[in-house]
């Protein structure tokens, strides 16, 4: 057999491409590829694109400016690097990125990476291969599943695509653009994915998708099944301690998956939300399709089931048209939530998207003041949230060694970071731990005789009185 084929990848942006690198590695793993930390080193260097955040194609080019190098220097040592962009960006820019940067050898959309082996021999062969199309094939089924030894060194925890893509069009975003139409996989192969993950060590999974509860995957009784469904499904996996999903879309929350947050112990009691704002009419031009006052009412929804549920979101503000009003609504619905943290980011264009030629763009100074201030109450919620913490004890999930010698980190319910000391074996087990300590959003804990009455897997209607923000 040839000497192995050294891989590095470089992902960016969100869960969903974490997953989808971890996939590539998966599938080049069978052409004898082992991955390397070192771009320099590398035969293969891919890409893995986000086109979410502001001047993302630009910081793309300029990482390919410095690949070039790389290339010419293995060049000149008698190698041959070849160079893929793969992710949301070559979804996006396509023959564009080849137009400009004739160092890349292949493009390839996030929907067409399990033809990655195919597309590198036809760049050997063609001199260049590009791939953008949103084939109708599932393309988890044809990529190899990970192996064991890959599996037990990504750790005890793992995300599990279940989805992807979204028809919702919010008026700002480009993933119905990079990412295609709405795409459920079946609940076999999702349940098959789930149970070798939890056979060589995997005690927590998350559920990732684009619109992750506008999951409607065909059932084994050959019917769509919702999210809270296939929930309860992967609930009954043996070795499974924690279930999560991310995102979620307010408008795709069904009864389902609020009876799975009610009867169903493995699952969270912690739920990323995005909201966006607190203004119905920005709401409205946003393409979101709901209003604040549904939104309240899925939150309260969310409680009545479970009484410990915590919650994050996303802001925008500088929304185009966002006026003082608007965004002050936006300040007292951060208030009224008291949310556990959140996001919030400046309103910049996607060009392609409608919001990008709205009327009404806030001046970059107001968008900056907001920001800071939306911030400032963000920050004090999350301390607020954090320091009721302080004394109770909660199941946290061992993941890894800590920086310092006997530590052992994990995370809580709420994806708190908690640190005890402790012996490696509990790496992997769940255990309640009496939280002592708080360093910034690091946690110091005991390890308890006592079982957690909040955040717990054991699941009991302690109530977190900290998130209420009444
Ligand atoms: S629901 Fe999410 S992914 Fe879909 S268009 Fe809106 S922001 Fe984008």
Known sequence: MNAPRKLHIKSYGCQMNVYDAQRMVDTLTHENFVETANAADADLVILNTCHIREKASEKVYSELGRLREAKDDAARAGRDMKIVVAGCVAQAEGAEIVRRAPVVDVVVGP???????ELLRRARRDGRAIETEFPVVDKFSSLAPPQPA???????TSFVTVQEGCDKFCTFCVVPYTRGAEVSRSVVKIADDVRRLADNGVREITLIGQNVNAFHGTGPDGKPWPLG?????????????????????????????????????????YLHLPVQSGSDHILAAMNRKHTIAEYHRI??????????????SDFIVGFPSETDDDFAATLALVAEIGYASAYSFKYSPRPGTPAADMQGMVDAATMDQRLAQLQELIDSRQAA???????????????????????????????????????????????????????????FGDLSAEPARTGSSRHNHASLTTTTGA
Do not use: W
Not at 299 to 312: C, Y
Not at 398 to 416: D, M, N, P
């Open 111 to 117: 929907q067409s990476y399990h033809h990655l082996p």
């Open 150 to 156: 890959a599996i037990r060194a990504r750790g005890v």
């Open 229 to 269: 469904k296939l929930l309860h499904h992967l609930a009954g996996i043996e070795g499974i301690a924690r279930l999560r999903y991310s995102t979620s879309h307010p408008c795709d929350v069904d009864d389902s998956l609020i009876a799975a947050h009610r009867d169903l112990p493995a699952l969270m009691p």
């Open 299 to 312: 939150i309260e929804k969310f409680r009545a089931a479970r009484s410990d549920m915590a919650f994050s």
């Open 385 to 443: 949230f954090n320091v009721g913490c302080i004394g109770k004890t909660f199941d946290v999930l061992f993941e890894q060694t800590g920086r310092r010698a006997g530590q052992i980190v994990g995370r809580s319910a709420y994806l708190q970071p908690v640190h005890v000391m402790a012996s490696s074996d509990i790496i992997g087990r769940v255990l309640p731990v009496t939280l002592t300590g708080l360093e910034r959003y690091s946690f």
